[in-house]
């Protein structure tokens, strides 16, 4: 977004999901997303309904004029739709129906989820087998056409969820990888080099402005998530794995903060795991905020509380608790910031 649209009031939920869900119901999904969530809603992710359905093939079938295919290796661009696409753009209108049906009179935030570009560039091949993230040209050839695809895809939800919020996520778990040239080549015995951080945050830049009217979210649940570039990239809010933050990356969380960076913490696990009460979920939230000498009363107002990362894995009453959960522990973060 442009400053204008960063000054501009948007009020995040205080807690949602982030993205994936088990099961293949979209109806379900829906249901669960809408209910757990009244005040942030999100589109579900259902990747165990299989190819076209997992995050990349999901993002892929967005491409505009460009189109992708399931081979052996994974995912890999061609020449023209085909099956694994249609199938892709099937399942997200199947999605969108459910969404619009759980959503009718809602007005406030609702979160849509996508592979931000250089994760896509890091998964997705050329048609030599290569990712597209060997290639410059292609690079900046598939982030156009992501930007493009996404515009498309939020007008759709605005015509859909007429009152809506629209706040915009780009999942970039391959992001460290991508800047720290940790990316492995088709062979697996090198790595892609490194890519310039100047332009890895341009594009980021180039992607969040397609969303003109409200905040863009990167979603990573890898370590070293880099707070200070997405900052400087324009981003509106980091998700993360709270888990995995270390002292490294305090300095740069407070700057974020105090710059108006939302914080989407995330402290309930992704998987089936026994489920602390929720004052106890947020305890590392309110000690990290006095270790960094902030505000308690801006806990509420710069933090929303999700899952730590998708939920596909884990079972569907399991999730249902862990949503639920994430509402509680938000609640408790407000009531008691200290």
């Known amino acids: 977004m442009n400053d204008s649209q960063n000054d501009r009031p948007f009020v995040f939920g205080p807690a949602t999901g982030v993205g994936s869900l088990p099961g293949g119901d979209a109806r379900e999904a829906a249901r669960t ?11 579900p992710e259902l990747p165990a309904r299989g190819p076209g359905a997992d995050m990349i093939g999901r993002t892929a079938g967005l491409l505009v004029e460009m189109y992708a295919r399931v081979e052996p290796s994974g995912w890999r661009l061609g020449d023209r739709p085909g099956r694994d696409t249609r199938r892709a753009r099937s399942w997200l209108g199947e999605d969108l129906d459910a969404l619009e ?16 570009p250089w994760t ?3 998964a997705l091949e050329l048609r030599n087998g290569e990712a597209v993230l060997s290639d410059p040209g292609a690079c900046r050839d598939l982030a156009a056409s992501l930007a493009e695809g996404l515009r498309l895809h939020l007008a759709e939800v605005r015509r859909r969820v007429p009152g809506a919020q629209l706040v915009l996520q780009l999942d970039e778990p391959s992001l460290t990888a991508v800047l720290r040239g940790h990316v492995r080549t088709a062979s697996g015995y090198r790595t892609h080099r490194a ?4 332009l890895v945050e341009g594009t980021l830049r180039e992607i969040a402005g397609v969303q003109e009217d409200g905040p863009v979210v990167v979603h990573s649940c890898a370590p ?6 997405l900052r400087r990239a324009g981003i509106s809010g980091i998700s993360f794995d709270f888990s995995l933050l270390t002292e490294r990356d305090e300095d740069a969380i407070g700057e974020a903060v105090e710059a108006g960076t939302r914080l989407l913490a995330g402290v309930v696990p992704g998987t089936d795991t026994p489920l602390s009460d929720p004052a106890g979920s947020v305890m590392g939230v309110r000690t990290l905020w006095r270790r960094l000498g902030l505000r308690p009363g801006l806990l509420a107002e710069a933090v929303t ?4 990362c998708g939920l596909a894995g884990a079972s569907p009453a399991y999730a249902r608790r862990a949503l639920a959960h994430c509402v509680r522990a938000a609640r408790s973060l407000a009531d008691n910031p200290e």
Do not use: C, N
Request: charged content about 20%; aromatic content about 12%.
């Open 305 to 308: 509380i999700t899952p730590a």
């Open 120 to 122: 896509l560039a890091a």
């Open 33 to 43: 997303a809408t209910g757990s969530f009244e005040d942030f809603p999100f589109l």
């Open 195 to 198: 890519v310039d951080r100047q």
């Open 101 to 116: 049906e759980f959503t009718q009179g809602h007005e406030g935030p609702l979160k849509v989820q996508a592979v931000g």
């Open 224 to 229: 070293d998530v880099p707070f200070a570039l």
